[in-house]
């Protein structure tokens, strides 16, 4: 289902259209190559030594036994790489080498100690279990209670956290504290009707991604070295791995591999350092793999989180003030996406009076990657329940509270400027005009709603165009595909060039072969390497039409471009089609080829409303979903068919996220569920078909009208869910996840 | 020429507590001239500002905006936008 505004017929031949993927074959028959598919000549396989501590000070390191053992070819340490500290290098380049290697602290149970290449990856695991490591264990912090708790064990000595006026003279485990307000908020709490305050608590969620990191690295005699792996962005992991190596950036290139899945968490490098470093002095290619419980222990998560937020509202249902606190670790390193969190907070909201403060800390966990929309939904899961408990305490419909409430375009933004154009209203009231929303609830049953925001994002892109000489076209770029990119891509270059979609291969290049991409994130390769693309088409379109004016002997300003093919405006000539004018390429100036290199604008934010249905058993604690609906507003959906799966995809990971999803740990630090048995994501019976809305509020400033879809659809569900629940057995869930246990000791509270 | 900055919470430290600047940065201005101008008002604001990962100019966020350049009646916010997943 589509709601479109104003012209529901977009006069587009090919946006909007459902089109067979142009990766489907080959992942559908096994085709397709995946981090860990590549096998090279020669080729050693590497295991990483992991921490077994939480939190430890590195005595020593003896490899001399691994070293010694045969088949073994090359042992690493932090040793191997170089010192950024000394080499002065910004905290946040330091960060990414201290986490890919520990150099003299261990801050989490699976931070890498050393790395082995050898020939069986059996006897890689051996050598690594016989590297001796001394430690001295350390006191650990686990949450953010323990870790701003007076006394608390310091993982970076010297912290002092910024974003505090004045400046702390002590260090503690707060990295940064950020800080948005506006209004009164004492005489917003005064006008208002009622009141509800509340404290919330969220658990680390993994990605959850089916691949695990896998890399391969060949290191020629030269120095140069050639990296195959799966990643949100080769560029990215180029540039991060040859700051942890201490390379120039041209020493390194990366091919990239088929990706199955990423969600943000395949944005950092993890083991490509490693194998360059392994491979570099080994003298041979080396690939290392992950298990599923490194890849637990040792990659994303996103934060854990406490909360508090008091809201006031009058019984008209305007929000009149509201105050967020939240406090989110950031794992071992500083940059938890609570800056983030703290500016999406609110940004459903048109408010007066407000404050929101956010506290980065450090624990003693694998440090946070991005995950869809990073930050947003946690924050969301505390603001929409407290926006849910006014509506049901003024007994205000939730669509309508929201309605009253909601940012539309010249709202100032919680986070500071005006809003543009942007489609909060138009995805609350595709779900109160949803059959869904008047479909009749049974016993136990709950109907939940909230909303979401996220930014989406533009950033550098790149893109070239070659006409072959059949006038088929490949268009490249060095974006990865994990949502439909190259689909899309294809369908903007087919509608500006006026050629079938059929007649166009999109390709994802390596880092010598397309100029520069930043990564697969922040739902901005549609926006941002779509405008490369269409830009590069429309250069294609301008040297084709000069091409037609030489070969009829006219002026430029004679010659149109229509439906694929040069047409001269007085009609006097018959058309050349693409493939007319290509074969003949070398008569009229040579090969046919356009590029474009942009930093993207006009990025589009991203708003969605869902709709949860849940039944709860009050016996046992189980809760299921009964329906679930999301609207969400996509600008223009260039592929209708991966939108859906994106706002489907979005929608189960936060249902898994709030029912069942959560890193546990022993009081020992050591992270008790890793594997996928022991960490449940959701899986297809758990789910039922989760209906869809696509709103299209298009971008003014993307020339089909793009916003980006892959992050907003993560947001709401939590809060969707808690809302369900309770208006099912009317009990206020506090903490996520919800699983049957907690929900079984609220009601037995409850009671 | 007439441009609004506003201040995040963070940086009000410099300017005594104000939260919205008007400046005067003449013809072609860009961002990299407010934050000089800025700077020369509230003295240590601008390596904040540089940092700022991006720029809000009259509600379009911009990332790398240094150079980029700012209207008459403009409104201008310095924002730490982050990476996205």
Same mark, same amino acid.
């Given at each position: 289902?589509?709601?479109t505004e ?6 587009y031949?090919?946006? %909007?259209?459902?089109q ?6 080959d ?11 590549l ?6 396989? %590497? ?16 490899t ?5 053992? $045969? ?22 380049d330091i ?9 003299d ?5 699976? &931070?890498p ?5 050898? =020939? ?8 690594v ?16 209670? $323990? ?13 002092i956290?910024?974003?505090v ?27 208002a ?5 509340r ?9 959850g ?14 120095g ?15 540039a ?27 944005t ?32 994303g ?13 009058t ?6 003030? *509201? ?5 989110? $670790?950031?794992?071992?390193?500083? !940059? ?31 440090r ?21 408990e ?25 986070? !500071?400027?005006?809003?543009?154009r ?7 009231e595709?779900?109160?005009?949803h ?6 609830? !049974? ?28 006038g ?17 891509? *294809? ?10 979609y ?10 010598? =072969? ?13 926006l ?9 088409? $429309? ?13 009829w002997?006219c ?19 018959p ?12 008569r ?8 474009a ?65 959560e890193?546990? &740990?022993? =009081? ?39 916003? !980006? ?20 057995? %009317? ?11 907690s ?9 | ?6 201040l ?9 507590g104000?939260?919205?600047?008007e ?9 990299q ?7 020369e ?14 720029v809000a ?16 009646? *403009? ?11």
């Open positions: 289902m589509t709601v104003d012209n529901p017929n977009t006069g031949k090919w946006v %909007g259209t459902h067979i993927r142009p990766d489907g074959l992942k559908v028959t096994g085709k397709a190559r995946f981090g860990a598919d096998v090279l000549p020669g080729m050693l396989h %590497g295991r990483v030594l992991r921490s077994p501590h939480a939190h430890a000070r590195i005595v020593s390191i003896d001399s036994d691994a070293e010694a053992m $045969e088949g073994v070819r090359a042992v690493i340490t932090g040793a191997d790489f170089p010192d950024l500290v000394e080499a002065g290098r910004s905290t946040a960060a990414v080498a201290a986490n890919a290697m520990a150099r602290k261990v801050l989490y149970e699976g &931070h100690v050393a790395a082995v290449a050898a =020939t069986t990856r059996e006897l890689a695991a051996a050598a279990k016989a590297i001796k490591v001394t430690y001295e264990v350390l006191g650990h912090v686990l949450t953010v209670d $323990e870790a701003m708790a007076d006394g608390a064990p310091l993982l970076h000595d010297g912290m956290t910024n974003g006026d004045p400046k702390p003279e002590t260090p503690s485990n707060v990295a940064a504290k950020t800080t948005f307000e506006r209004g009164d908020l004492d005489k917003g709490f005064a006008e009707d009622m009141v509800v305050e404290e919330f608590t969220t658990k680390p969620v993994h990605q991604y089916i691949e695990p990191h896998a890399a391969v690295a060949d290191c020629g005699q030269d140069r070295a050639t990296l195959w792996c799966s990643s949100q962005g080769h560029f990215a992991m180029r991060y791995a040859c700051t942890v190596l201490g390379w120039d950036t041209g020493r390194l290139k990366v091919i990239p591999a088929e990706i199955g899945g990423g969600f943000g968490g395949k950092v490098i993890y083991l490509e350092p490693l194998a360059v470093r392994l491979s570099q002095k080994a003298g041979r290619p080396v690939k290392l793999v992950m298990d599923r419980d490194e890849v637990f222990r040792a990659t998560p996103t934060s854990g989180s406490r909360m508090k937020v008091k809201m006031g509202m019984n008209e249902g305007r929000i009149t003030a *509201a105050q967020v606190w939240l406090a989110f $670790e950031a794992g071992a390193f500083p !940059g938890s996406p609570v800056g983030a969190a703290s500016m999406c907070a609110l940004a459903c909201y048109d408010l007066e009076n407000f404050l929101i403060e956010g506290y980065d800390v450090v624990v003693n966990k694998p946070v990657a991005a995950y869809r929309a990073p930050g947003a939904p946690i924050s969301a899961f505390a603001v929409e329940s407290v926006v849910d006014l509506a049901k305490g003024i007994g205000m419909d939730p669509i309508d509270v929201r309605l009253a409430n909601a940012a539309k375009e010249g709202t100032q933004a919680p986070y !500071g400027p005006k809003m543009p942007v489609g909060l209203i138009e995805t609350l595709a779900i109160k005009n059959p869904n929303y008047q479909a009749e609830l !049974g016993p136990n049953q709950g109907r939940g709603v909230a909303c979401g925001f996220w930014f989406n994002a533009g950033m550098n892109s790149s893109a070239t165009v070659h006409v072959n000489e059949d088929t076209v490949t268009v490249v770029t060095g974006s990865p595909d994990i949502g439909g990119s190259r689909q899309s891509m *294809a369908l903007m270059a087919a509608e500006t060039l006026g050629i079938a059929d007649r166009i291969r999109p390709v994802v290049a390596d880092t010598e =072969t397309v100029g520069f991409n930043d990564v697969t994130g922040g739902s901005r390769v549609t941002a390497t779509g405008a490369a693309v269409v830009e590069s088409c $429309e250069k294609v379109i301008e040297s084709l039409r000069e091409r037609a004016a030489k070969t002997d002026e430029v300003d004679e010659v149109e471009w229509v439906d694929g093919q040069a047409q001269r405006s007085d009609g006097s000539q058309p050349l089609s693409l493939g007319d004018l290509a074969s003949k390429a070398g009229t100036g040579g090969p046919i080829s356009a590029n290199s942009l930093n993207a604008r006009g990025v589009g934010a991203g708003y969605s409303t869902q709709m949860a249905d849940i039944e709860v058993d009050p016996e046992t604690g189980v809760s299921r979903i009964v329906r679930y609906t999301t609207a969400q507003d996509a600008g223009r959906a260039i592929s209708p068919q991966y939108v859906e799966g994106q706002f489907q995809g979005g929608v189960a990971q936060g249902i898994g996220w709030a029912l069942n999803e890193y546990v &740990h022993g =009081t020992d630090g050591r992270m008790q569920n890793q594997s996928f048995l022991d960490y449940r994501i959701p899986v297809a019976s758990d789910l039922p078909m989760i209906d869809t809305v696509i709103v299209e509020v298009p971008n003014p400033a993307h020339p089909y009208g793009v916003r !980006g879809v892959g992050e907003v659809g993560i947001v709401p569900p939590m809060a969707a869910v808690a809302n369900a629940i309770n208006g099912a057995i %009317g009990v206020r869930m506090e903490a996520l996840p919800m699983s049957p246990p929900i079984l000791a609220a009601v037995n509270d409850q009671s | 020429m007439t441009v609004r900055v506003h995040a919470s963070a940086l009000r430290g410099f300017s005594s104000e939260a919205d600047v400046l005067d940065p003449g013809d072609g201005a860009t961002v001239r407010l934050i000089r101008m800025l700077d008002r509230f003295p240590g604001i601008g390596e904040p500002l540089r940092q700022a990962s991006s100019i009259d509600g379009e966020i911009i990332a790398d905006a240094q150079y980029e350049s700012v209207p008459d009646g *403009a409104e201008v916010h310095f924002l730490d936008m982050h990476q996205g997943g």
